[in-house]
């Protein structure tokens, strides 16, 4: 019995120590992919090349989901509001609730199940067929040639698929109150106009979307770096990379909204 | 020229904390020699060549590439020592995301400033000694394992290098290919004048291409010579190995109490 209950206790400290030092890992290669992004800002070309894969090819379901979104809120923010007659400040809560939120947030999490996950999976199986080994026999330094890029092209592209977002949310929004349910057009533009602030509210989401694309990528390039070079290891590194991602995003906002509005409006 | 001394490998230890798997090596390879290593699997080949191309450290003893102790070398000396070197991996380790061309420009683009139009006739001269001009515009999932290969084979000599390791350069292939890849090995050793080391235990098709032969076992050198003295040898160990038999100074089984107590038969009289 007090056996089971000492090798239970160390256990516990067993897997506290492991995960500690896992992070010291991840802080430690996060440092020198910073130190090694020269590559990809002299060979900018590079950086581009994975833009294309985790921005451009992240629009379709950032689009469509900022869309339907906008149009839930639309819908239920009518139903609520119009119950206080105030069915004309629709557009200001769509505007809000995205710019502020919704945008950065949700936009994040589908960008760490749609680009982390490839991202993860891409470096992992170059791992796992000796690529990037090959890369450092040939004296080019993996983590300059293939992380670093990658890194980059997901620091730059989240902010943006963000913004998309919003954008397409308020014209979701739009459609659904304005279009359908026949809200005032003017009131829905103007009152939108006049209650968005630029400094705390859009520019508050911006710098929201730029942490969580720093953590949603350079939590993907870490867990592809470190997978076990097997399928088992890539598909286990692929699923950490989603599910600490959104763990993290979220806790980031709650963080970042705490110090952002504390004490606004 | 032909008797300079490429690689020096003197006293070499290398051992994981809970177990060692070199033990003592020592070996000289020359310019132009293609040399074979071979032992059973698990016998610390592969590591032989991570501790040359400098990827772990050695516990003791030391490493000398043309003159250079390798795991003395800084990270920046070793990266321009690597570009002398040249390795083929088990299953190629190409570029899935570039196509044939690009892999075999990967090194020139990445190490010189040599114009498009150049690196264009070199990649195809690489290629062409390969016999895989024709397929440079292919993408690495269109190849055959045996065209892999040689298209890493063409990536590996593309900045000419001194010396090529090959880690079981032989795995998987069909026959004709098989002799495909060897008899390019002896080709290219001979023609660039370069070392080739060829990790395998591919006994047939090895000893016909190659110049000298280590054998290692448990982490020591157990055998060395030319492919005839090889061939003629009577030490156990090599007569095992070269025919394959099933048992000898490789047991057959893995080590374990004995057999009647193991089934419980002990208290039993015969």
Redesign the interface.
Known sequence: MLKQIISGIQNIGHRAIESVWRLGVASRFFILVLLKSGTSLRRFNLVIRELYFTGVLSLIIIVVSGLFVGMVLGLQGYETLQKYGSESAVGTLVALSLVRELGPVVAALLFASRAGSAITAEIGLMKATEQLAAMGMMAVDPIARVVAPRFWAGVISMPFLAAMFSVMGVFGGYLVTVLFIGVDEGSYWSQMQSAVDFRFDILNGFIKSCFFGVAVTAIAVFEGYDAPPTAEGVSGATTRTVVTSSLVILGLDFILTAFMFRGVS | MASETLIEVNDLNFSYPTRAILNGINMSMRRGQVIAVMGGSGSGKTTLLRLI?G?IQPTSGYVKFAGEVVHELDRDAL??L??K???L???G????DLSVFDNVA??MR??TNLPESMIRDLVLMKLHAVGLRGGHQLMPNELSGGMARRV?LARSIALDPMLIMYDEPFTGLDPISLSVIGNLIRRLTDSLGMTSIVVTHDVHESLKIVDYVYFIADGVIAAEGTPQEVRESIAPFVHQFIHGEEDGPVPFHYPAQAYRKDLNLEDIVA
């Open positions: 191309s990827a990266f321009k690597r570009r070197m040249g390795m991996f088990q299953f380790a190409l570029f899935t990967f090194q990445e190490h890493a």
